[in-house]
């Protein structure tokens, strides 16, 4: 299978390993948030290994091997992100599998086993955007709203949805549910890059906050900011964001 096909393949499975943990009723809260980390990034890493053997790899649970940082290909998983919301029974955790070539978020897959059904989101699986809403929606922490999103979406006359992980959030603008998710509080790349490639590949912009490209696979992880959005929206949004 390719590249697109094996991250949507192994990240429905860790889904559905997710949900097993969870629903084996043995843990609860933050132990449960815990155990479904290690069980899934088990999963993940031996099978990612297995099946790219040559590849780099960098997940938020394992130590990092910085002999990734002479590949070109690097795998950047998270096995839950949103690991609160999982450990709270909410359905807006998600898994991140994503492969960045030459730096760039090229190719990956983002689960949300938490959804009925179980939804699977992918860079070889694209559909059309939905119709925006008249008021543009934008997607925020639960607990920490980004400032910037709070100035932006009032000088649009925007609403704000509070929602929990970064994938969850991205892919709620991929499947129509909101227009923007302009994110300021701090991350770390395997919060986003398996959700800007699906997002990419779905034609909504992807940049940091400053309009820059966002890069991946550097000897530091962290990366602040992100703007995922509608693609009509992204020069007010990145004006507004500048004015601030």
């Not at 955790?93 to 179980?118: E, F």
């Not at 998710?181 to 940049?207: K, T």
Request: proline share 5%; aromatic share 4%.
């Amino acid at each position: 299978m390719n590249d697109a096909e094996l991250a949507a393949h192994l990240a429905r499975i860790a889904g559905r390993i997710l949900l097993e943990v969870r629903d084996s009723g043995v843990f609860e809260g933050k132990a449960l948030g815990n155990a479904g980390d290690e069980t899934a990034n088990e999963f993940l890493v031996h099978a990612l290994r297995a099946a790219r053997p040559d590849d780099g790899l960098l997940s938020e649970e394992e130590k990092d091997d910085t002999s990734r940082l002479a590949k070109s290909r690097v795998w950047i998983v998270d096995p839950v992100d949103g690991t609160r919301e999982y450990g709270e029974n909410r359905e807006d955790w998600a898994v991140h599998i994503g492969l960045s070539i030459d730096g760039v978020a090229t190719t990956g897959a983002v689960a949300l086993p938490g959804l009925d059904g179980g939804v699977v989101l992918h860079t070889d699986q694209v559909s059309p955007l939905p119709e925006p809403a008249a008021k543009p929606r934008f997607l925020v922490s639960r607990t920490r709203p980004a400032k910037e999103a709070v100035a932006v979406a009032e000088a649009m006359g925007g609403e704000l949805v509070g929602m929990g992980s970064a994938g969850a959030k991205a892919m709620a603008v991929v499947r129509g549910e909101a227009e923007v998710y302009l994110h300021s509080g701090g991350q770390y790349e395997w919060d986003s890059c398996a959700p800007v490639a699906v997002a990419h590949a779905h034609g909504l912009h992807c940049s940091r906050i400053d309009g820059k490209p966002i890069r991946y696979n550097r000897a530091n992880t962290y990366l602040p900011d992100l703007l995922i959005c509608r693609k009509e929206l992204a020069d007010e949004v990145l004006a507004l964001v500048a004015g601030l």
